[in-house]
């Protein structure tokens, strides 16, 4: 493991699977290391493991096998291209996730601006820094984090079981998703923006602007993905 300490730990595992791939002379099709192995080796949690899969499957390298593992599907990471073929070939699904979100997302913004506590609202804020600096380090697995945080609490602080419940299900189908569109370094900086206005009018208890940035938010992820599949 890296000694960096201000290296994430996600990505330091990223970092020494990566280094595995290209040093052990592992060809493409075989299995890697079981997530047990790599949590004796590394000395982690299965958690951080099996997130440092996740963020490798998203780059292209590898393909997990529920029950089986992870097989090494390429030893080249996806570049613009090949991401922008991801994107085209779940455009359909995304697109309805994303749709479902733009109801949710802003109804939830426009409630808690009034029945948030102060409390929850600093949480919000916090989490909307935190995924700052994960921008910051490039850290694409706390972005990913941090943003299905973030999202998250806005909808849980409207206390509205429902919007919690269809909230919950979108979050489960879009991680792949999340990790990457990050990857993109312009979607990240969106994403900062569109987070800090909703933050702003969450805290000034306006509803009005705050269900109108959420909106805004959603719109653009849209469009991301668009700028993405037509590269």
């Known amino acids: 493991m890296e000694e960096l300490s201000r290296i994430p730990i996600v990505q330091q595992v990223v970092n020494s699977m990566k280094d595995f ?13 079981t997530e047990k192995e790599w949590c004796e080796k590394l000395t ?11 963020i ?6 590898v393909e997990i096998k529920p029950g089986r593992g992870a097989f090494l599907v390429s030893k ?39 029945r948030a506590t102060d409390g929850e609202l600093e949480q919000i804020e916090r989490t909307h820094f ?13 972005m990913a984090k941090y943003d299905e945080r973030l999202h998250r609490q806005i909808v849980e602080a409207s206390k509205n079981k429902m919007l919690i419940f269809m909230s919950k299900k979108i979050d ?6 999340r990790l990457r569109t990050f990857q993109v370094p312009q979607n990240a900086q969106n994403a900062i923006r569109a987070h800090h206005n909703i933050v702003e009018a969450l805290k000034a208890r306006d509803e009005e602007v705050a269900e109108l940035y959420a909106k805004r938010h959603i719109s653009l ?5 668009n700028v993405i599949i037509k590269r």
């Open 130 to 142: 935190r995924f700052i600096r994960a921008v910051e380090e490039n850290d694409f697995a706390g």
């Open 76 to 114: 080249k990471e996806l570049g613009q291209e090949e991401l922008a073929e991801w994107f085209l070939k779940n455009e359909v699904e995304l697109k309805d996730y994303i749709e479902v979100r733009s109801a949710v997302e802003p109804l939830c913004a426009r409630i808690i601006a009034k």
């Open 21 to 33: 791939i290209a040093a052990d002379g592992i060809l493409v099709g075989q299995k890697l290391p």
């Open 221 to 225: 992820i849209n469009t991301d993905m």
């Open 56 to 61: 490798l499957e998203a780059r292209g390298l």
């Open 172 to 177: 489960e189908c879009i991680r792949d998703f």
């Open 44 to 54: 982690v949690g299965r958690g951080t493991v099996r997130e440092a899969f996740r």
